[in-house]
């Protein structure tokens, strides 16, 4: 029943697609376009999908990648001193979460989880807005519509389904934008993902699974979900995969500009699995020492993306004193605009509470905010009331 | 009689059932290594291997499905369910599943099942992380339902649940967690208090005031800070919600002739309702007021900023108490 081996035979901690271990699997190559060494190499396949990237917007993926690292250790200090509740750090996943946010356009639609603040923020959400729901003064920082991404899913791989429907929607509406959702290797093994994949494959929906597998849900190695190749599971669904070197942006990119291509023109859902580590804790919450071994990290931390890019930059020639002192200035200044816009967010109001459950009104919720709010008249202050109210 | 954590109490609960029943198996997202994410299940796969205290896919009707199959087997398996919000993944396993096997049978097939999910509010925690499930269980037929609300009764209460024939969900207040508490480790299954049994917390005779889970310490508090004014107040601990222990509920209310039910979960269509409807039609002559309930709004759990507002409070419950005993309150003028 439960052997203890049951789940030999995971990606190895060794490296994506390098060990003896998963090249006994089956599945497609680990698709790479730049050595962990930052050696751009060619793939006949892929090179195509990002030949327009030049000089420039090598540098503009780069800046943004030092950018989201820098808003991830930025708000892990604001939780830390105690302005926000709890944060998910995305340390190592830059790659994955720019590459493919960044080959997005705008009328495509994002279904996110907790994790992809990344993402987020390439599709224009201001990162104190992304902070916000993280600390205890929403449930979400912004407006989907304003920006095509919904708010970030916590129930694991539910918003698949989200991604799917919106996506039967595009069909139905004859539009050629596509519905992306962002989720992790543990969200794979619920129910809603493969029903999820049932249904895109079914109806042929214009959808894009991206599938960050960072090798850990919370303590769980990648080898409890799966005993195969994440990437592998698609096939079973009828729908084409592909399976990227996630520490690697031009390969994320590419992929996803494939995918999104497949599916603008008619071709249906493309599930890319993006194998990245996940270098921090889970969330804030979290300590990884119980379950996850130091070398582990060790061996990651030489694959990193944004030292990859980094290298991949010096080789060319690009990282100049301009370039470096230019993305500086952007982390610094978008770090400051997260802690001010963090500290000085207006405190919500007791009453906030009864807002928007219903869009009409409703009779006995509003027969509730009325005795709620003479109940804190009842103290006289009701600001006075409420500071002294409390969990007790 | 040892000073324990809530958490610890469950943890050592757990270790004993694990020990006297080799059938006993504890299933769950990260319950392994990590020992959960509460450390509730702190060392148990360590002791008793990854065959007894499985680290599950993350997949919650699956966990929940695959109980059903071991408790065919004649396992008795322990769920943890990481979280009250995700325990609906599993909802459709739990309410068209467990709840059913031994009707559907005809009492052939038990489904002795525990499920734990750490529930409530009050933690500062983001969405889905807060929620109180419970009468969305209560009103399912087949399930037996209890809430623990100090560290004795989590030890107890816990080893009850898993010797129990009939799946049980074990309700633990997650805020209450590090609470600490005398636990007697030795004290005798069939000699303790049964699962089924409310427990009187503090006599008076002014009013009734029942609480369960993370509200019965702050019930408790509120009966203190009353006696300062004069006013009695008998809390009660229901300690199992379904069934309800009518019992022990009648005789206070009998002797009170007032009623506050608090919880934290919604007030529409939740326990307090069935506990007003069902003491008002048992009661009805002994009572002196209508019953009153104290409850979170009919509002989804709000974020943690505002939590507090949504959680019943220790002045609410007072605020409660006035309007049973016909004492000024907030909502004193207003009709109905
Ligand atoms: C339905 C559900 N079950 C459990 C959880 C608790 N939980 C939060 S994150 C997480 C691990 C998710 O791992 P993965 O899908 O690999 O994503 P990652 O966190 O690695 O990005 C778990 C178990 C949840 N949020 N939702």
């Not at chain 1, 030999?8 to 497609?28: D, H, L, V, Y």
């Not at chain 1, 926000?84 to 590459?99: K, N």
């Not at chain 2, 009250?84 to 052939?108: C, E, L, N, W």
């Amino acid at each position: 029943m439960f052997t203890d081996d049951a789940g030999k035979g995971g990606i190895a901690a060794g490296g994506p697609g390098n060990s003896a271990e998963s090249n006994r699997r089956t599945g497609g190559d680990l698709v790479q376009l730049i050595t962990p060494g930052g050696e751009r190499v060619s793939h006949p396949e892929f090179d195509p999908w990002v030949r327009d990237v030049n000089d420039e917007q090598l540098g503009a993926l780069y800046e943004d990648m030092v950018v989201i690292r820098r808003i991830d250790a930025e708000a892990t200090a604001l939780q830390r001193q105690g302005e926000l509740a709890l944060w998910p750090p995305l340390l190592g996943q830059e790659a994955s979460q720019i590459g493919s946010a960044r080959a997005l356009r705008d009328d495509d639609f994002v279904f996110p989880s907790y994790r992809d603040n990344g993402v987020a923020y390439c599709r224009g959400v201001r990162p104190e807005a992304i902070v916000k729901a993280w600390r205890g003064n929403a449930l979400a920082g912004w407006d989907p519509f304003t920006v095509n991404v919904a708010t970030q899913q916590i129930i694991i791989g539910a918003q698949t389904l989200h991604a799917t429907g919106y996506a039967m929607g595009i069909q139905n509406d004859g539009a050629d934008s596509v519905a992306v959702a962002y989720f992790g290797d543990g969200a794979t093994s619920e129910g809603d993902v493969n029903e999820a994949l049932v249904f895109a494959a079914s109806f042929q929906a214009p959808v894009v699974f991206i599938c960050q597998n960072n090798h850990w849900a919370i303590s769980e190695p990648v080898r409890l979900q799966s005993h195969i190749q994440i990437a592998d599971r698609a096939a079973g669904f009828g729908i084409p995969s592909m399976r990227v070197d996630g520490n690697d942006v031009l390969a994320v990119m590419a992929a996803t500009r494939i995918a999104t291509n497949r599916a603008r023109h008619g071709g249906g859902p493309t599930f890319i699995e993006a194998v990245t580590y996940r270098m921090g804790p889970h969330t804030t919450a979290d300590d990884p020492t119980r379950y996850r071994d130091a070398n582990e990290l060790e061996d990651w931390a030489a694959k990193d993306p944004i030292a990859r890019l980094k290298s991949l930059l010096e080789r060319k020639g690009l990282l100049t004193e301009a370039l470096e002192t230019a993305v500086a200035a952007k982390a610094d200044a978008v770090a400051k605009a997260l802690r001010a816009g963090t500290i000085n967010m207006p405190e919500p109001q007791p009453l906030d509470i009864f807002k928007h459950v219903y869009s009409t009104p409703h009779a006995p919720l509003e027969r509730q905010q009325d005795h709620y709010s003479r109940y804190l008249a009842s103290f006289g202050d009701p600001a006075e009331a409420a500071s002294e109210e409390g969990a007790r | 009689m040892t000073q324990m954590t809530f958490a610890r109490a469950i943890n050592a609960g757990l270790r004993k059932s694990l020990e006297n029943d080799p059938k006993v198996i504890l299933m769950g997202e990260d319950i392994g290594a990590l020992g959960g994410v509460f450390r509730v299940t702190d060392g148990l796969q360590k002791d008793f291997g990854k065959h007894r205290v499985v680290d599950t896919p993350l997949a919650e009707s699956g966990i929940m499905g695959t109980a059903v199959g071991l408790a065919y087997r004649g396992y008795r398996p322990v769920v943890e369910i990481q979280f009250d919000g995700f325990i609906y993944p599993a909802f459709d396993q739990i309410v068209s599943q467990v709840a059913k096997m031994h009707y559907r049978t005809q009492g052939a097939v038990k489904m002795p099942i525990t499920i734990r999910v750490p529930f409530g509010g009050g933690i500062g925690s983001p969405e889905h992380h807060s929620e109180s499930p419970e009468a969305y269980f209560t009103h399912t037929s087949g399930l037996r339902v209890v809430s623990v609300s100090n560290p004795q009764d989590a030890h107890t209460m816990i080893q009850q649940a898993i010797a129990s024939d009939d799946p049980v969900l074990y309700f633990e207040p997650k805020r209450r967690y590090h609470d600490k508490g005398e636990v007697d480790e030795s004290l005798d299954l069939g000699a303790a208090l049964s699962l089924e049994r409310a427990r009187v917390v503090t006599e008076g005779k002014d009013v009734t005031l029942l609480a369960y889970g993370p509200l019965v310490k702050t019930a408790k508090d509120a009966a203190l800070a009353a006696a300062d004014e004069g006013i009695s107040i008998e809390v009660i601990d229901l300690r199992s919600l379904a069934p309800l222990d009518f019992a022990t509920l009648e005789a206070s209310v009998r002797k009170t002739g007032r009623l506050v039910i608090t919880h934290e979960a919604s007030q529409t269509g939740g326990l307090g309702a069935e506990v007003a409807a069902s003491i008002t039609e048992r009661c009805f002559y002994h009572l002196e007021a209508a019953p009153v309930r104290v409850t979170g709004f009919d509002v989804p759990y709000p974020y943690s900023k505002v939590e507090m507002h949504h959680l019943p409070s220790l002045d609410r419950i007072l605020d409660g108490v006035d309007r049973a005993l016909g004492r000024p309150n907030s909502l004193s003028g207003l009709e109905g």
